[in-house]
């Protein structure tokens, strides 16, 4: 688990093909990640990964076919910043949300405008995920945990404070980039005993 408060911005080191999946390199020099061994898992771009092999200033981690269809993971290149998170860890302040580290779709940014300091950037989420977000509910955007300021239809806007256009690759963004989409944990089981209450029952 993971609570989508970043603790900072690597690069993709090296981009290995694997034969239909791939080895991922993750230079994450100057980002304090704390001990990181073979095993761990390290939230990139918020898809969950378990580090393969680690060296002084990064990590390898193997990506799935699967994964790389479903994120944009398979679409960056060498030097495209990724955001990073450790695991959390028993004790560890939740100072987002739970986040799982599995990307339920891929979004697009629809346009970027300034507020004050801050940006609000909006959204366009893959439609199936629309009943899932909420004005004021939580939502993971490439790994960082944000709440939800508007939704209208499939596209929702959030609102990105100073500290988080620094400490994150968002402030990066352009309209038209894709970017990693995890709803809300409580909405997908509050989703899932509801259809349970209206399941008909074998007699």
């Given at each position: 688990?993971?609570?989508?408060?970043?603790?900072?911005?690597?690069?993709?080191?090296?981009?290995e093909?694997?034969?239909?999946?791939?080895?991922?390199?993750?230079?994450?020099?100057?980002?304090d990640?704390?001990?990181?061994?073979?095993?761990?898992?390290?939230?990139?771009?918020?898809?969950?990964?378990?580090?393969?092999?680690?060296?002084?200033?990064?990590?390898?981690?193997?990506?799935s076919?699967?994964?790389l269809?479903?994120?944009?993971?398979?679409?960056?290149?060498p030097?495209?910043?990724?955001?990073?998170e450790?695991?959390?860890?028993?004790?560890?302040?939740?100072?987002?949300?739970?986040?799982s580290?599995?990307?339920?779709?891929?979004?697009?940014?629809?346009?970027?405008?300034?507020?004050?300091?801050?940006?609000r950037?909006?959204?366009?989420?893959?439609?199936?995920?629309?009943?899932?977000?909420a004005?004021?509910?939580?939502?993971?955007?490439?790994?960082?945990?944000?709440?939800v300021?508007?939704?209208?239809?499939?596209?929702?806007?959030?609102?990105?404070?100073?500290?988080?256009?620094?400490?994150?690759?968002?402030?990066?963004l352009?309209?038209?980039?894709?970017?990693?989409?995890?709803?809300?944990?409580?909405a997908?089981?509050?989703e899932?005993?509801?259809?349970e209450?209206?399941?008909?029952?074998?007699?």
């Amino acid at each position: 688990m993971f609570t989508g408060i970043v603790r900072g911005v690597g690069r993709i080191a090296s981009i290995e093909d694997r034969g239909g999946d791939s080895r991922v390199g993750i230079d994450i020099a100057g980002v304090d990640l704390g001990p990181v061994a073979p095993g761990d898992s390290i939230a990139v771009d918020g898809v969950c990964l378990t580090a393969t092999r680690v060296g002084e200033s990064g990590f390898e981690a193997d990506v799935s076919a699967e994964t790389l269809r479903a994120t944009t993971l398979g679409r960056l290149g060498p030097d495209a910043p990724v955001n990073l998170e450790p695991a959390l860890a028993a004790g560890d302040r939740l100072g987002g949300h739970l986040v799982s580290g599995h990307v339920d779709g891929v979004g697009e940014l629809v346009s970027r405008t300034e507020e004050a300091r801050s940006r609000r950037l909006r959204f366009a989420a893959p439609a199936p995920l629309a009943r899932y977000i909420a004005v004021k509910g939580s939502i993971t955007v490439d790994g960082v945990s944000l709440t939800v300021n508007a939704v209208a239809g499939a596209e929702f806007e959030v609102n990105i404070v100073p500290h988080t256009l620094t400490a994150t690759n968002l402030g990066a963004l352009a309209a038209g980039d894709q970017v990693n989409l995890e709803v809300d944990l409580v909405a997908r089981y509050l989703e899932r005993l509801l259809d349970e209450r209206g399941a008909p029952t074998d007699k």
